[in-house]
């Protein structure tokens, strides 16, 4: 495998966890309003299920994982944007930090709900012993 291989399989996976990242955003929220009686199709929670399939896998292109993940999350603005339009700023904003900045998203405080998606995601360090 030669070094220019190596750097866009390096690059492909650090895409991946942020993916991942973005995903568990995405699945907090959605549990969130779910749990506050937002009502969504039942395939909604197919997709989220199948998208954190695809990132855990790590066979499917971040093209195709982030046309997934960007239909989920349009489903979620415009439920929220009826259900609770004061929070979607405060998604959003934890979305965009999903890409830029994912250890700062791992870490809020506020939202422990995030890293426990996470988890789920299967991007979690090994831990072989």
Known sequence: MNADSQRSDATEFSVLQRYGVRWAVLAAWY????GRGATFDADFLR??????TKIAAGTFSTCTIGCDLGGI?????ST??????AL????????GQSMSNPESVLEMIDVPAIRA???????RPCDCK
Do not use: I, N
């Not at 997709?47 to 954190?52: G, I, Q």
């Not at 999350?73 to 603005?77: A, D, I, S």
């Not at 998606?117 to 991007?123: R, S, V």
């Open 73 to 77: 999350e349009g489903t979620l603005v």
């Open 117 to 123: 998606q996470y988890m789920k995601c299967g991007l």
């Open 31 to 34: 549990f969130e309003m779910a």
């Open 80 to 85: 929220a944007v009826t259900f609770d339009p």
């Open 88 to 95: 979607v700023d405060v998604w959003l904003e934890r979305l």
């Open 47 to 52: 997709s989220l299920d199948l998208a954190r």
